[in-house]
């Protein structure tokens, strides 16, 4: 069975860092690929970033040269480093895994509908 466990969510002033993980367990990271996703109040589901077997990266537009996606296949955990935050960054943040087959390319693996398994997700909130 697939779980996906977040952590390192929080308040942070605006410009602070912020580093988010998802654990994952019942997959292999060599298998999925794994995307992190936020939801602000009001809005729909957005992807930030993902990463896949290349790897293939994926980033948003908003967080490119600010976020940066990481994995550990020791500790089957993908990291997801938020520097420069900003107020419009606040976010529950979500970790999600597809398998490799579905992640044909950088389009998919940036769409929710492409994931199959997701975390509870973690509040990532900046104060300006």
């Known amino acids: 069975e697939v779980h996906l466990v977040e952590s390192g969510g929080g308040l942070v002033q605006d410009g602070g860092s912020l580093k988010l993980s998802c654990e994952t367990s019942g997959l292999g990271l060599n298998d999925y690929v794994i995307g992190w996703f936020r939801q602000a109040p009001g809005k729909e589901r957005e992807g930030v970033s993902s990463?896949?077997?290349?790897?293939?990266?994926f980033y948003a537009d908003s967080v490119k040269d600010r976020f940066s996606i990481s994995s550990d296949s020791a500790k089957s955990t993908v990291m997801l480093q938020m520097n420069s935050l900003k107020p419009e960054d606040t976010a529950v943040y979500y970790c999600a895994a597809a398998p490799n087959q579905k992640a044909m390319n950088v389009w998919r693996i940036s769409q929710p509908g492409t994931y199959d398994y997701w975390g509870q997700g973690t509040q990532v909130t900046v104060s300006s």
């Open positions: 990463i896949g077997r290349g790897p293939v990266i």
